[in-house]
């Protein structure tokens, strides 16, 4: 039974940092990879960072490269985004997410995923 439980919304003003955790109640190893997506209100779904769980090669939406970091921890039983330099058009409900092999649209893209959780809110103001 795959669970993938994200914490560590908030709110937060522009400039901010938060960090994001996505727990699974197996082993996270088990996926070779794992990811983060978001959604705004009236927007698709995004990718924003996606990590191999096997090499640890990472990989990033350009809206986002160079603010947010994907990882996971030594045990591999959890994986987390630290996002930084926080601006409004970041706020969505952030989804982590799990796949056993890469889409043909690569990792960013939702429909190569299996696996979800039920999403973590972040509010960014001005």
């Known amino acids: 039974q795959v669970q993938l439980v994200e914490s560590g919304g908030g709110s937060v003003q522009a400039g901010g940092s938060l960090t994001l955790s996505c727990v699974d109640s197996g082993y996270i190893f088990r996926y070779n990879y794992m990811a983060w997506f978001r959604q705004a209100p009236g927007k698709e779904r995004e990718g924003v960072a996606a990590?191999?769980?096997?090499?640890?090669?990472?990989y990033y939406a350009d809206s986002v490269k160079g603010r947010f970091t994907i990882s996971l921890n030594n045990a591999k039983t959890t994986v987390y985004l630290q996002l930084n330099s926080l601006k409004p058009e970041d706020t969505a409900m952030y989804y982590c997410?799990?796949?056993?092999?890469?889409?043909?649209?690569?990792?960013?893209?939702?429909?190569?995923?299996?696996?979800w959780g039920q999403g973590t809110q972040v509010t960014v103001s001005s």
């Open positions: 997410a799990a796949a056993s092999r890469v889409a043909p649209g690569g990792l960013l893209v939702s429909y190569g995923y299996n696996y």
């Open positions: 990590v191999w769980t096997r090499g640890g090669n990472t």
